[in-house]
C-alpha cells in the first residue's frame, strides 16, 4: 500500500475509535463505512480484522460470564456459520457493489434503530434464533459488519446489561475469528495488510482514550444522536455510490 494510503488508513480508524469512546458505536461498522469509500472491501475488511477483534474479546474478558452466556446461546452463534459462509463466498466473488450496498443499508438501519430509541420484545427460540444468527453471519461475511441484526435481537430478550454487553461481544469475537480463519483461505490476508492492521491497534486505542475524555464532559445523549445521524448519512452515500 502507497504511505498516503496507510495514512488514511490509520486515521480511519482513529475517527471510528473516538466515535466509540465517545458514543459507544460499533468501531467496525463505522470504520468499514468510511474506509468502503476509498479502498477496495477485500482490502477493508481484512485491515479492520486486528483492531476488532482485539476490542471485542477485551470487552468480553472483561464482562466475565463467557461460559454461562455461551451455554445459553450457543444455537444463536451456530446459526450465524452458514449466513458467514454464504457471505464470503460472495465477497470472494469479485464484485464488490453488493457489499457496499449491503453495508450502506446496514448502517442506515443501525443509525435509524439508534435514533428511534424505542424497544421491543422477542422470545428466544430456535426459530428467532436461527433468522437472526444467519442474517447477522450473512452481513457479515459480505461486510465485515457483525452488528446487525445481531444487537436488535439480543436487546429484545430478557436479559440484563452485563449479559447483553457479554452476548454481543462473544457474538463478535467469535464471528471475526470464523472471518480470520475465512479471509486467509481466500488469501486476502497478505503480510502488509496484517501488518498495517496490527499497527492499526495504537490509533483505535488513542482514538477510544480520546472519545472517552470528551464523552466525560459532553452531553452524551445529545452526541450520540449526532454520530447515529452520521452513521445513517454515510450508509445512504454507499448505498448511492453502489448502486450509481
Given at each position: 500500500?502507497?504511505?498516503?494510503?496507510?495514512?488514511?488508513?490509520?486515521?480511519?480508524?482513529?475517527?471510528?475509535?473516538?466515535?466509540?469512546?465517545?458514543?459507544?458505536?460499533?468501531?467496525?461498522?463505522?470504520?468499514?463505512?468510511?474506509?468502503?469509500?476509498?479502498?477496495?472491501?477485500?482490502?477493508?475488511?481484512?485491515?479492520?480484522?486486528?483492531?476488532?477483534?482485539?476490542?471485542?474479546?477485551?470487552?468480553?474478558?472483561?464482562?466475565?460470564?463467557?461460559?454461562?452466556?455461551?451455554?445459553?446461546?450457543?444455537?444463536?452463534?451456530?446459526?450465524?456459520?452458514?449466513?458467514?459462509?454464504?457471505?464470503?463466498?460472495?465477497?470472494?466473488?469479485?464484485?464488490?457493489?453488493?457489499?457496499?450496498?449491503?453495508?450502506?443499508?446496514?448502517?442506515?438501519?443501525?443509525?435509524?434503530?439508534?435514533?428511534?430509541?424505542?424497544?421491543?420484545?422477542?422470545?428466544?427460540?430456535?426459530?428467532?434464533?436461527?433468522?437472526?444468527?444467519?442474517?447477522?453471519?450473512?452481513?457479515?461475511?459480505?461486510?465485515?459488519?457483525?452488528?446487525?441484526?445481531?444487537?436488535?435481537?439480543?436487546?429484545?430478550?430478557?436479559?440484563?446489561?452485563?449479559e447483553l454487553v457479554q452476548a454481543i461481544n462473544t457474538s463478535f469475537t467469535i464471528s471475526s475469528v470464523i472471518?480470520?480463519?475465512?479471509?486467509?483461505?481466500?488469501?486476502?490476508?497478505?503480510?502488509?495488510?496484517?501488518?498495517?492492521?496490527?499497527?492499526?491497534?495504537?490509533?483505535?486505542?488513542?482514538?477510544?482514550?480520546?472519545?472517552?475524555?470528551?464523552?466525560?464532559?459532553?452531553?452524551?445523549?445529545?452526541?450520540?444522536?449526532?454520530?447515529?445521524?452520521?452513521?445513517?448519512?454515510?450508509?445512504?452515500?454507499?448505498?448511492?455510490?453502489?448502486?450509481?
Amino acid at each position: 500500500m502507497e504511505p498516503l494510503t496507510i495514512a488514511f488508513v490509520f486515521a480511519t480508524f482513529l475517527f471510528a475509535a473516538f466515535l466509540k469512546g465517545t458514543a459507544g458505536l460499533g468501531f467496525a461498522t463505522t470504520c468499514l463505512g468510511v474506509m468502503a469509500g476509498y479502498l477496495d472491501m477485500r482490502l477493508a475488511i481484512p485491515l479492520v480484522i486486528v483492531p476488532s477483534l482485539l476490542s471485542n474479546a477485551l470487552v468480553m474478558i472483561d464482562a466475565g460470564g463467557f461460559v454461562r452466556i455461551f451455554r445459553r446461546f450457543w444455537f444463536l452463534y451456530a446459526a450465524t456459520l452458514p449466513g458467514l459462509a454464504v457471505g464470503l463466498w460472495v465477497l470472494g466473488g469479485g464484485d464488490t457493489t453488493l457489499p457496499r450496498a449491503v453495508l450502506g443499508i446496514s448502517m442506515v438501519l443501525y443509525g435509524l434503530y439508534g435514533l428511534w430509541g424505542g424497544s421491543f420484545s422477542l422470545p428466544y427460540t430456535r426459530f428467532t434464533a436461527s433468522v437472526a444468527g444467519t442474517l447477522t453471519g450473512l452481513v457479515n461475511g459480505l461486510t465485515g459488519s457483525q452488528i446487525m441484526p445481531m444487537l436488535p435481537y439480543l436487546m429484545s430478550l430478557n436479559i440484563t446489561k452485563d449479559e447483553l454487553v457479554q452476548a454481543i461481544n462473544t457474538s463478535f469475537t467469535i464471528s471475526s475469528v470464523i472471518m480470520l480463519a475465512g479471509l486467509g483461505r481466500m488469501g486476502l490476508l497478505s503480510a502488509e495488510t496484517m501488518t498495517v492492521s496490527a499497527a492499526g491497534v495504537i490509533p483505535v486505542a488513542v482514538g477510544i482514550w480520546l472519545g472517552g475524555k470528551v464523552r466525560r464532559k459532553l452531553p452524551e445523549t445529545v452526541f450520540r444522536k449526532i454520530v447515529l445521524g452520521l452513521v445513517a448519512v454515510l450508509g445512504a452515500a454507499l448505498v448511492v455510490k453502489a448502486l450509481g
